[in-house]
T-cell receptor
Protein backbone atom coordinates (compact mmCIF):
# COMPACT_ATOMS: atom_id res chain seq x y z
CA UNK A 1 0.00 0.00 0.00
CA UNK A 2 0.89 3.67 -0.11
CA UNK A 3 2.87 5.28 2.68
CA UNK A 4 4.66 8.54 3.45
CA UNK A 5 7.56 8.90 5.87
CA UNK A 6 8.61 12.28 7.24
CA UNK A 7 11.48 13.26 9.45
CA UNK A 8 10.71 13.49 13.13
CA UNK A 9 10.17 16.88 14.65
CA UNK A 10 10.21 19.35 16.08
CA UNK A 11 12.65 21.16 13.86
CA UNK A 12 13.89 24.26 15.64
CA UNK A 13 15.64 27.00 13.66
CA UNK A 14 16.64 30.61 14.01
CA UNK A 15 15.13 33.18 11.68
CA UNK A 16 16.83 33.29 8.24
CA UNK A 17 18.20 29.75 8.58
CA UNK A 18 17.92 27.18 5.79
CA UNK A 19 15.15 24.62 6.13
CA UNK A 20 14.95 21.04 4.92
CA UNK A 21 12.17 18.66 5.90
CA UNK A 22 12.70 15.19 4.48
CA UNK A 23 9.87 13.16 2.96
CA UNK A 24 10.05 9.76 1.27
CA UNK A 25 7.19 7.72 -0.08
CA UNK A 26 6.12 4.29 -1.18
CA UNK A 27 3.45 4.00 -3.83
CA UNK A 28 2.26 1.89 -6.70
CA UNK A 29 2.07 3.68 -10.00
CA UNK A 30 2.86 7.36 -10.39
CA UNK A 31 1.52 9.41 -7.51
CA UNK A 32 1.08 13.14 -7.18
CA UNK A 33 2.97 14.59 -4.22
CA UNK A 34 1.92 17.41 -1.91
CA UNK A 35 3.04 19.50 1.01
CA UNK A 36 0.33 20.85 3.28
CA UNK A 37 0.87 23.32 6.11
CA UNK A 38 -1.16 23.63 9.31
CA UNK A 39 -0.77 26.87 11.24
CA UNK A 40 -1.70 26.85 14.93
CA UNK A 41 -5.44 26.52 15.45
CA UNK A 42 -6.20 26.12 11.75
CA UNK A 43 -6.93 23.37 9.25
CA UNK A 44 -4.50 22.17 6.62
CA UNK A 45 -3.86 24.19 3.49
CA UNK A 46 -2.03 23.15 0.37
CA UNK A 47 1.47 24.65 0.21
CA UNK A 48 2.76 23.14 -3.03
CA UNK A 49 2.47 20.09 -5.23
CA UNK A 50 4.15 18.13 -8.05
CA UNK A 51 2.39 15.72 -10.34
CA UNK A 52 5.23 13.98 -12.19
CA UNK A 53 8.88 13.08 -11.86
CA UNK A 54 11.36 16.00 -11.84
CA UNK A 55 8.56 18.55 -11.35
CA UNK A 56 9.36 21.26 -8.83
CA UNK A 57 6.55 22.70 -6.77
CA UNK A 58 7.06 26.12 -5.22
CA UNK A 59 5.10 28.62 -3.15
CA UNK A 60 5.89 31.33 -0.58
CA UNK A 61 9.64 30.65 -0.90
CA UNK A 62 9.22 26.92 -0.27
CA UNK A 63 10.29 24.37 -2.89
CA UNK A 64 10.16 20.61 -3.32
CA UNK A 65 11.28 18.45 -6.25
CA UNK A 66 9.65 15.14 -7.18
CA UNK A 67 12.53 12.63 -7.24
CA UNK A 68 11.32 9.32 -8.60
CA UNK A 69 14.73 7.65 -8.39
CA UNK A 70 14.96 8.28 -4.64
CA UNK A 71 11.16 8.32 -4.02
CA UNK A 72 11.56 11.61 -2.20
CA UNK A 73 9.89 15.02 -2.04
CA UNK A 74 11.94 17.05 0.44
CA UNK A 75 10.69 20.51 1.43
CA UNK A 76 13.22 23.36 1.42
CA UNK A 77 13.28 27.07 2.12
CA UNK A 78 16.33 29.25 1.94
CA UNK A 79 15.47 31.67 4.74
CA UNK A 80 12.73 30.87 7.24
CA UNK A 81 10.70 33.44 9.15
CA UNK A 82 8.98 33.26 12.51
CA UNK A 83 5.67 33.20 10.64
CA UNK A 84 6.66 29.87 9.03
CA UNK A 85 6.25 28.15 12.40
CA UNK A 86 3.65 25.46 11.72
CA UNK A 87 3.23 21.73 11.16
CA UNK A 88 4.11 20.51 7.66
CA UNK A 89 2.55 17.38 6.16
CA UNK A 90 3.83 15.49 3.17
CA UNK A 91 1.17 13.58 1.24
CA UNK A 92 0.66 11.54 -1.88
CA UNK A 93 -2.28 10.71 -4.06
CA UNK A 94 -2.23 7.65 -6.23
CA UNK A 95 -3.42 8.71 -9.67
CA UNK A 96 -4.60 5.24 -10.48
CA UNK A 97 -6.57 4.83 -7.29
CA UNK A 98 -9.19 6.71 -5.34
CA UNK A 99 -7.28 10.03 -5.24
CA UNK A 100 -7.79 10.18 -1.47
CA UNK A 101 -4.40 11.35 -0.15
CA UNK A 102 -2.15 9.46 2.21
CA UNK A 103 -0.51 11.76 4.77
CA UNK A 104 2.76 11.59 6.62
CA UNK A 105 2.88 12.13 10.39
CA UNK A 106 3.67 15.81 10.10
CA UNK A 107 6.80 17.74 11.12
CA UNK A 108 6.56 20.63 13.51
CA UNK A 109 8.73 23.64 12.63
CA UNK A 110 9.56 26.22 15.28
CA UNK A 111 11.38 29.36 14.16
CA UNK A 112 12.90 31.64 16.79
CA UNK A 113 13.60 35.34 16.21
CA UNK B 1 -11.44 27.42 -4.26
CA UNK B 2 -13.76 26.35 -1.46
CA UNK B 3 -14.28 27.88 1.95
CA UNK B 4 -15.18 25.41 4.67
CA UNK B 5 -16.50 26.22 8.12
CA UNK B 6 -16.96 23.90 11.07
CA UNK B 7 -18.98 24.15 14.24
CA UNK B 8 -18.15 24.01 17.05
CA UNK B 9 -14.52 25.06 16.88
CA UNK B 10 -13.87 23.33 20.19
CA UNK B 11 -15.75 21.59 22.95
CA UNK B 12 -15.18 19.84 26.23
CA UNK B 13 -17.53 16.91 26.77
CA UNK B 14 -18.14 14.31 29.42
CA UNK B 15 -17.59 10.65 28.71
CA UNK B 16 -20.67 8.78 27.57
CA UNK B 17 -22.18 11.77 25.79
CA UNK B 18 -22.32 12.52 22.06
CA UNK B 19 -21.25 15.53 20.02
CA UNK B 20 -22.34 16.46 16.51
CA UNK B 21 -19.88 18.43 14.39
CA UNK B 22 -21.16 20.44 11.45
CA UNK B 23 -19.29 21.13 8.23
CA UNK B 24 -20.50 23.75 5.75
CA UNK B 25 -18.99 24.40 2.32
CA UNK B 26 -19.58 27.54 0.28
CA UNK B 27 -20.02 25.59 -2.98
CA UNK B 28 -21.57 22.31 -4.05
CA UNK B 29 -19.22 19.35 -3.81
CA UNK B 30 -19.67 15.67 -4.50
CA UNK B 31 -17.42 14.12 -1.90
CA UNK B 32 -16.74 15.25 1.64
CA UNK B 33 -14.26 13.64 3.98
CA UNK B 34 -13.95 13.39 7.72
CA UNK B 35 -10.54 13.00 9.37
CA UNK B 36 -9.30 12.57 12.92
CA UNK B 37 -6.02 14.12 14.03
CA UNK B 38 -4.85 12.90 17.40
CA UNK B 39 -2.24 14.91 19.31
CA UNK B 40 1.12 14.70 17.56
CA UNK B 41 -0.25 12.31 14.98
CA UNK B 42 -1.07 12.43 11.32
CA UNK B 43 -4.51 12.61 9.80
CA UNK B 44 -6.57 9.43 9.82
CA UNK B 45 -9.47 9.21 7.40
CA UNK B 46 -12.68 8.25 9.19
CA UNK B 47 -15.10 8.14 6.27
CA UNK B 48 -16.07 9.53 2.90
CA UNK B 49 -19.54 11.06 2.57
CA UNK B 50 -21.37 11.34 -0.73
CA UNK B 51 -24.69 13.09 -0.97
CA UNK B 52 -27.60 10.69 -1.23
CA UNK B 53 -25.75 7.56 -0.18
CA UNK B 54 -24.38 5.93 2.94
CA UNK B 55 -20.97 7.07 4.06
CA UNK B 56 -18.04 4.77 3.38
CA UNK B 57 -16.04 4.05 6.54
CA UNK B 58 -12.36 3.20 6.77
CA UNK B 59 -11.07 0.21 8.65
CA UNK B 60 -11.38 0.73 12.40
CA UNK B 61 -14.31 3.15 12.19
CA UNK B 62 -17.97 2.12 12.39
CA UNK B 63 -21.24 3.86 11.75
CA UNK B 64 -22.57 3.25 15.26
CA UNK B 65 -19.69 5.20 16.75
CA UNK B 66 -19.34 7.88 14.04
CA UNK B 67 -22.69 8.34 12.27
CA UNK B 68 -22.48 10.77 9.36
CA UNK B 69 -25.19 12.67 7.56
CA UNK B 70 -24.93 14.28 4.14
CA UNK B 71 -28.31 15.86 3.42
CA UNK B 72 -27.17 18.07 0.52
CA UNK B 73 -24.16 19.05 -1.57
CA UNK B 74 -22.91 21.75 0.82
CA UNK B 75 -23.33 20.26 4.28
CA UNK B 76 -22.37 17.26 6.39
CA UNK B 77 -22.35 16.28 10.04
CA UNK B 78 -20.21 13.84 11.99
CA UNK B 79 -21.40 12.60 15.38
CA UNK B 80 -18.98 11.18 17.89
CA UNK B 81 -21.13 8.86 20.01
CA UNK B 82 -20.71 7.53 23.53
CA UNK B 83 -17.45 9.40 23.90
CA UNK B 84 -14.44 8.29 25.89
CA UNK B 85 -11.18 10.15 26.59
CA UNK B 86 -9.61 8.25 23.67
CA UNK B 87 -11.88 10.25 21.35
CA UNK B 88 -10.10 13.47 22.29
CA UNK B 89 -8.80 14.72 18.95
CA UNK B 90 -9.13 17.34 16.30
CA UNK B 91 -11.81 16.42 13.78
CA UNK B 92 -11.40 17.87 10.30
CA UNK B 93 -13.70 17.89 7.32
CA UNK B 94 -12.43 18.37 3.81
CA UNK B 95 -13.54 18.40 0.20
CA UNK B 96 -11.84 17.50 -3.02
CA UNK B 97 -10.51 20.20 -5.30
CA UNK B 98 -12.32 19.92 -8.61
CA UNK B 99 -10.62 20.54 -11.90
CA UNK B 100 -9.81 17.14 -13.28
CA UNK B 101 -6.58 15.18 -13.24
CA UNK B 102 -4.18 18.07 -12.48
CA UNK B 103 -5.97 18.64 -9.19
CA UNK B 104 -6.43 15.00 -8.28
CA UNK B 105 -5.66 14.39 -4.63
CA UNK B 106 -5.84 18.04 -3.56
CA UNK B 107 -8.20 18.86 -0.75
CA UNK B 108 -9.53 21.92 1.02
CA UNK B 109 -9.82 21.59 4.79
CA UNK B 110 -12.00 23.15 7.40
CA UNK B 111 -10.42 24.73 10.50
CA UNK B 112 -11.14 21.68 12.62
CA UNK B 113 -13.08 20.94 15.80
CA UNK B 114 -10.92 20.39 18.86
CA UNK B 115 -12.67 17.88 21.12
CA UNK B 116 -11.64 17.09 24.67
CA UNK B 117 -13.43 14.29 26.51
CA UNK B 118 -13.15 14.22 30.29
Amino acid sequence: GNSVTQMEGPVTLSEEAFLTINCTYTATGYPSLFWYVQYPGEGLQLLLKATKADDKGSNKGFEATYRKETTSFHLEKGSVQVSDSAVYFCALSDQGGSYIPTFGRGTSLIVHP
Amino acid sequence: SAVISQKPSRDICQRGTSLTIQCQVDSQVTMMFWYRQQPGQSLTLIATANQGSEATYESGFVIDKFPISRPNLTFSTLTVSNMSPEDSSIYLCSVEVTGGAPSAGEQYFGPGTRLTVT
